[in-house]
Every structure is written in structure tokens, then in C-alpha cells.
């Protein structure tokens, strides 16, 4: 079953690509030969993402590219797929958390705002684009982590000491000492179209368990990439929100992480003694 999902998968996944326009779920199911409904269960437990969401990654990836590249905005929306610039800017500003100008000269302007925390395990950063949380850092030195975010935004505005946004970052705060509470928060999650797939994964491992690359590749349709799985988890900027930490070796032993491994192991230990907490 596993097999046959992943080529009926992959054929889709080629229609969606090499389409002008992003093909219905009708007619994805009709080209590989199932009914709608059969043809999206297998196509989401395939590749971890619905068809509809994967054409968008898609799209955006292509639009991301096509801006980077120095093509005008005129020339990324029809190689995109987009038949009209209106329908192009309803979505534009969902897909890349700004606007394409501001896109394409490096996030000129863009306000990002920020501020830092501490934390038991560290300082903490947590900053938001006004689409929502873009980054969350986790290190040892304050000065480090703003550098860190300069870096990744280096024409934005970034605006910091702001109180009110420093409540957000106390919720934050309270999910690294107390991973039951969650954190329903709108993500700003800039991304190519595997890692989100990965990330989407990641984000479906329940507190306290955790999984290897290799599973996580499988669950992506992807069961050889396992390295770049691995990648795509050193890629992620949302620390916690996107539980990059219960990603394990094949032996269960902690392997590396963007934040330190001693992080990464004491967040594991959290999560295990509030499973076994809700047992006793």
C-alpha cells in the first residue's frame, strides 16, 4: 500500500508542477485513475500534506524563486500559474509574509518586531512579522540571538521594546518551562515546499514521543531522505512552536540541534516527566 501511494503520489505531484494553473482534486483523481475522496487520503498520508496545500507550497516556492531571481512582479505571477494580478495579490502577502516588492528588495521595510527573554534553559527571541511569529531563538547570549534575527531580516525595520508584544513572548517563555499548555499562535512560516512538509510532520508528533528522520521521511513520501529531513529540521526558526527537538537518531539516542544538545535533551526530559505525570 505504502508503495502505491507514493507513485500514485509523486504522479500528482508532477501534474501539480508542470500545470499553469493548480489542477482541481477532480482532476488530479481522474489522472491517476481513483475517485477524489480515495485519491486525497492517499495523497496525504503520502507526501503529509493535502493536494491542495502542496500545490500552494508549490506555487509559493515558485513565486519566492521567481522574485530572488530579479524577475518583476508582472513576470512572477504568470509564471506561477496566476491568470490575473488581482488573484495573485489576494494571496501574495499569505504566501511570502509581505508584500512583493518588499519581497523582492530583501524585506526593505518590512516591520518586524521583537524582543528577548529568559528562560531556564537560556535566553529566548521571539519575533513577528503582521502575518505572525516568524522566528523563535533559543541561545546564551542575548546580543547573539539579535544578531541571528539581523541577519535573516537584514533590510527590515526591526522595532524592539514594545510592552505589549513582550506579553507574547512571556507565553512563549511558559511553553519552554510547561510544554502542556501549548501555544496557539499564527505562524509566519517562510519555507520551500519539502521543509514544510517536513515541518508539518514535526508539528503532528504528540509531547513526549519521539521519532527518528527516517520515520519522518517515510511519513513524507520521501523514505531516501532521510539526510534532508535532517536538514530541514536545521533549517527551522521556531524553535519549539515547530518541535524539531523529538527528532531523534535511528537508535533513539538525541542527535543534533540548532540550539544545543543539551537543550534539546532537557526538553525531551520535560515532556517524558509530563507524560508520566498524567499516568501516575
Not at 19 to 25: A, K
Amino acid at each position: 500500500m505504502e508503495c502505491e501511494n507514493a507513485i500514485l503520489a509523486a504522479k500528482a505531484c508532477r501534474i501539480i508542477e508542470e500545470s499553469e494553473e493548480i489542477p482541481s482534486l477532480a482532476e488530479l483523481a481522474d489522472a491517476v485513475g481513483r475517485s477524489p475522496s480515495y485519491f486525497h487520503r492517499r495523497f496525504k498520508a503520502a507526501i503529509g500534506l493535502t493536494p491542495k496545500d502542496y500545490a500552494a507550497a508549490h506555487r509559493a516556492k515558485k513565486i519566492r524563486q521567481g522574485l530572488a531571481h530579479g524577475n518583476t512582479v508582472t513576470e512572477t505571477i504568470y509564471q506561477a500559474g496566476f491568470n490575473s494580478s488581482g488573484r495573485f495579490y489576494e494571496k501574495a502577502t499569505e504566501m511570502l509574509g509581505m508584500t512583493p516588492s518588499q519581497y523582492r528588495t530583501g524585506a526593505a521595510n518590512e516591520e518586524i518586531k521583537f524582543a528577548v527573554g529568559q528562560t531556564s534553559l537560556g535566553a529566548i527571541l521571539v519575533a513577528s512579522s503582521k502575518k505572525g511569529v516568524a522566528s523563535i531563538l533559543l541561545g546564551d547570549d542575548p546580543d547573539e540571538l539579535v544578531r541571528s534575527l539581523q541577519d535573516r531580516f537584514p533590510k527590515a525595520h526591526l522595532i524592539g521594546a514594545d510592552p505589549k508584544y513582550e506579553t507574547l513572548v512571556a507565553r512563549v517563555v511558559g511553553l519552554v518551562e510547561a510544554p502542556s499548555i501549548g501555544l496557539d499562535l499564527p505562524l509566519d512560516v517562510r519555507c520551500t515546499a519539502f521543509e514544510q512538509r517536513v515541518w508539518t510532520a514535526l508539528q503532528e508528533i504528540p509531547v513526549g514521543e519521539t521519532i527518528s528522520y527516517a520515520e519522518i521521511a517515510r511519513r513524507i513520501g520521501s523514505p531516501k531522505a532521510a539526510r534532508a529531513v535532517a536538514g530541514a529540521c536545521a533549517a527551522n526558526n521556531l524553535a519549539i512552536a515547530i518541535p524539531c527537538h523529538r527528532v531523534v537518531r535511528n537508535n533513539g539516542a538525541p542527535s543534533g540541534y540548532a540550539w544545543g544538545a543539551e537543550r534539546k535533551s532537557e526538553l525531551l526530559r520535560r515532556e517524558r516527566l509530563l507524560v508520566l505525570s498524567k499516568l501516575v
